[in-house]
Nanobody
Framework: QVQLVESGGGLVQPGGSLRLSCVRS????????MGWYRQAPGKERELVAA???????VYADSVKGRFTISRDNAKNTVYLQMNSLKPEDTAVYYC????????????????WGQGTLVTVSS
């Protein structure tokens, strides 16, 4: 069973930085997409940043130039470095992966972490 566990959230002042981590456990055949989403109170969940198509990255316009996604394949970990944080970045951040298994290599399934809360406030 594939699991994603996030960490690194917390309270930070505007202009500050945080780094989120997402550790993947469980056996998979391939990863089609892996990255971060967020959901603010009263809003829909939105893509923040992700690795797609093996290595390309995609970012939401609102975080370009401030957030950086990276990964350590040896540790099965994806990171989200968040700089110049703004109050509007306040949300629960979720790690997400679209994977396939050895049992069904052509069928993709999604996995979500439990989320980590980021609060940007003075």
């Amino acid at each position: 069973q594939v699991q994603l566990v996030e960490s690194g959230g917390g309270l930070v002042q505007p202009g500050g930085s945080l780094r989120l981590s997402c550790v993947r456990s469980g056996s998979i055949y391939s990863i089609n997409r892996m990255g971060w989403y967020r959901q603010a109170p009263g809003k829909e969940r939105e893509l923040v940043a992700a690795f797609i198509n093996g290595g390309s990255t995609v970012y939401a316009d609102s975080v370009k130039g401030r957030f950086t996604i990276s990964r350590d394949n040896a540790k099965n970990t994806v990171y989200l470095q968040m700089n110049s944080l703004k109050p509007e970045d306040t949300a629960v951040y979720y790690c997400n992966a679209e994977c396939s298994s050895y049992q069904s290599k052509s069928r993709l399934f999604e996995v979500w972490g439990q989320g980590t809360l980021v609060t940007v406030s003075s």
